[in-house]
């Protein structure tokens, strides 16, 4: 494989590129259905205070890649990023939330699959070290999840967007902290092991180690 990291061979490939677009234009469909035509599903789920922040990917990420000029496009991160977001609005727009409680528990691990492999397929465009890796991953989902909810708590407490359909425990919220972590813990493994370095390579302490080793046929080798 002549690229130093998975992630950049994804990039190039013209499937890797259609799924990103399939993606993007599946969230933006499924917010114009959620907010135009309202169906009860959605009710109470504060679609439109979630409009902007779960689209905000679909705009942000091309942006950047041409103000900074990203070769290639990263289309992996970009799809793997803005899917937890169409995810949770499909989930909300068919009602799966509602008719099946065990959606939200699901989901919550399944996004932060996602997410956190979103953050590798970032990460590993630019370094090329796995050291580490899994631990720095798992500390970017555990971040996210005490953000997400923070924000659901607060516009929950409020109402704000319309948010008075969110019915936040404090056993809730536990078990969405654990259930997302470990989907980060998972996105991490699975993120180094599908979108890291191309090659093997030997941990630190092991590299370290070699060249402290003592080389045979030197001069301070003990004859037999």
Known sequence: MPFPTRVLHLDRQPYTAVANLAVK??????FAIAIGFEPSSVEGKAMGFRAPLFLAPAVVVPMLAGLRRWRPYPHTADALLAAPFLVDTLGNLFGFYDRYPATDDVLHAANWVLLVAAFHAFRFRN??????????GYGVGA?????????????????????????????????????SSTGGLVGSMVGLALLGPAGSQRPVAARRSERRAPQSGTSGEVGR
Do not use: K, N, P, Q
């Open 25 to 30: 234009a599946g969230l933006v469909l499924s």
């Open 127 to 136: 370094v090329h070290r796995r050291d580490e890796a899994i631990l720095l």
């Open 143 to 179: 971040i996210a999840i005490v953000w997400w909810e923070v924000m659901e708590w607060a516009v929950s407490e409020d109402g704000f967007g319309g948010a008075g359909g969110l019915a936040l425990t404090y056993g809730d919220t536990v078990l969405d902290l654990a259930l």
